[in-house]
Structures are given as C-alpha cells and as structure tokens.
C-alpha cells in the first residue's frame, strides 16, 4: 500500500471504499476491547466484591454510579454479543463502525474482520497508543520516531502479520496532567498523519485545559488540525467559550458519550455530565455560531452496561432515540445528515 492509493479513499479492515459508501457512521465505538487499565483495586473489603461481581441485574444499581470501576465492566470479550448488538445499529440504518480500540486497549484485528464480516458493516480500525496507564515499561525508552513507524506500518502494511490495515489514528490517549510518554506518542501521531494522510483522533485527560494543550502540541508537531477529532467534548470541554475556541482551530468536536445522561464518576472528576438533550442544544449552538462541519457525534460503548444485553442503550441508541429528538428541536435534515454522514466522510478520507 502506498499514499497514492490511499487518497480520496477509506481504510476498512476489509480493504479500501469509497468514502460514499461509509453511510451513517459512528465515529468512536468500542466492539471487542479490555479497558482494565482502568481498574483500581479498592481498599475496603466489601467495595472489593462489589468491584469484582461480574456485571449481573442484580448489581447494575451500584454500576450506574460506579462507572469505570468494576473490572468485568471494563471487558468486552464476546465477538458473538459483539456481532448480536452491532446488527441493532446495522437493522437501525447504520452502516459504518469506527473502532478506536488501540495499542493498550486489546486491539484485535481479526476479530474485526470477522464482525465485519458477519455483519455487513464497514469497520474502521486504530492504530497507536492509548493512556500512559496503559503503557508497558518498554515506552520509556521507545524513540518517538519508532511510535511513528509503528503508526505508518499500521496503516500501510497492516497490524503485525495480519495484513489487516488501520485506517485512523487514534484514539491517542492523554491523561491530566500529560504524560511525558503521551507527549511523545501525540507527536509521534502528528508525523504518521503527515507521512499517511490519515485522520487523527485524540483522547483528552480530565481537565478543562487539555483540549487546548493537546491542540498546541500537535500543531507544533505539524499536525493538520482540520482533519484532527478532541473526543469526549461533552465531559472534556465544559466551558462554552472554550468550545468556541476549539472549533477555531478548525478540528472536529466529538460528543461520544450519548447515552451517559447526568452523571460522571466522581473519583476522576467532579463535573455536570449533559444529558442527551443538553448535548444536542450546545450542538445547535455550535451549529448557529458556523461549526456545523466540524461536529461528530457517537457512543463510546467500552463497558458492558452500555449494551442491551445488560440494560444499557446499544449501539443504535442516536438513531433510536436521539435523532427523534433533534427534529424535535428543530434541527433539520440536512443538519442530521451533515453530522452523520458527510462530517465522517470528510474525517476519514485519506488526503
């Protein structure tokens, strides 16, 4: 694979298309994943059996308000449930999956194969690293030069001996404050982006400032900023002005939590998680102020109360239920049509 075949196209893990056939597209789902560098084992005897129930009906009650913190939680192993509540989107009008399961998140390419597969959905695999946490002790010395040959050969050759060819970066992974290692990895990120022309994703840490701080060094690492998506805008970017500002730097705004209505662990960070219908107002504010081309919107789903089969929402949740209620507020098809189908085309086509 070189550059000169990649432009004007998408990578799927079932090869290259033509970006008109990516459809409705969900830009930042989790299908196969293990987010246990997440876990944290409590000191207290019985917040230790909790933590370690596998996630039944029976606890989800303690699982609302305990996000990110039981360690079966945090496991989507399943490649056959994974199928069952992907075909919700499918049989919804969805067409288009991106995974953002990278390196520290059980990245598995041939089970996205398979999925894909089974499914008939286009499948958008990551490359790159995740959260410091996540890291093994081998980052420390890894040159930054190397992250980015790991990046390119991802996407040009494929991950390992799979053959099978990412075609985003991301999700970066940044905590608060940044890692040294996450430094290195987002402008090890900015380069590969040069050399492919691939869309780069970043995860931000749990600051109001992180946005802004990832945005300056990836600009100065060259990145190119108008193909560049800041995840969790509506846990990441609380203030207003700040988002206003960020979408002046011309990169994309992703609400990826949909679903997650009013509530944020607070052991990470105290703030006013929007609901669903709060999330869509400040897009229509985005949208009245000139950034309609610059929103994405997805679910995030990486645990398992988030899927039906344990009484969550599922993967065809804004088709389902958010969508109804944009038109509701006056949000106009062509307005829907632009965040779910042009904005993701735009995104993930290769320059």
């Not at 207003?240 to 960070?269: M, Q, S, V, W």
Request: hydrophobic share 40%; glycine share 8%; charged share 25%.
């Amino acid at each position: 694979m070189n550059r000169a075949e990649l432009r004007g196209k998408v990578q799927t893990v079932l090869g290259l298309i033509d970006p008109e056939d990516l459809g409705v597209t969900l830009p930042h789902e989790h299908l196969v994943c293990d987010g246990s560098c997440w876990f944290v084992e409590p000191r207290e005897a019985t917040e230790k059996a909790m933590v370690h129930h596998p996630v039944t009906l029976d606890i989800l009650w303690w699982l609302h308000y305990h996000l990110f913190q039981n360690a079966d939680d945090l496991l989507l192993l399943d490649e056959e449930q994974a199928i069952e509540e992907a075909m919700r989107f499918k049989l919804a009008g969805g067409n288009s999956i991106v995974e953002m399961s990278n390196i520290g998140l059980g990245r598995d390419p041939a089970a996205l194969v398979r999925i894909s597969r089974a499914t008939g959905l286009n499948v958008i695999m990551g490359s790159g690293y995740y959260l410091a946490v996540s890291h093994g002790p081998e980052m420390e010395t890894k040159p930054e030069e190397e992250i980015t040959d790991e990046i390119v050969r991802d996407i040009m050759v494929g991950v390992g001996d799979s053959g099978i060819r990412s075609g985003m970066i991301g999700e970066i992974g940044c905590s608060w404050p940044l890692a040294d290692n996450e430094r290195k990895s987002l402008r090890a990120a900015a380069r590969a982006q040069q050399l492919t022309g691939a869309p780069l994703n970043v995860h931000p840490g749990q600051s109001e400032e992180a946005a802004m701080e990832i945005i300056k060094i990836l600009d100065a690492a060259g990145a190119d900023l108008t193909r560049t998506t800041i995840d969790h805008i509506d846990r990441a970017v609380r203030d207003p002005e700040n988002r206003i500002k960020l979408a002046a730097t011309g990169c994309y705004l992703e609400y990826d939590l949909f679903g997650r209505e009013g509530y944020y662990p607070i052991h990470h960070r105290v703030i006013d998680l929007p609901n669903d219908a709060q999330r869509i107002n400040e897009i229509m504010e985005l949208i009245a102020k000139g950034h309609l081309n610059q929103i994405l919107i997805s679910q995030d789903i990486w645990n398992k109360t988030q899927r039906c089969a344990y009484g969550g929402w599922g993967y065809a949740h804004i088709l389902r239920d958010t969508v109804p209620v944009m038109r509701v507020k006056g949000m106009t098809e062509q307005q829907i049509h632009a965040i779910m189908v042009d904005n993701p085309k735009r995104m993930l086509t290769f320059v």
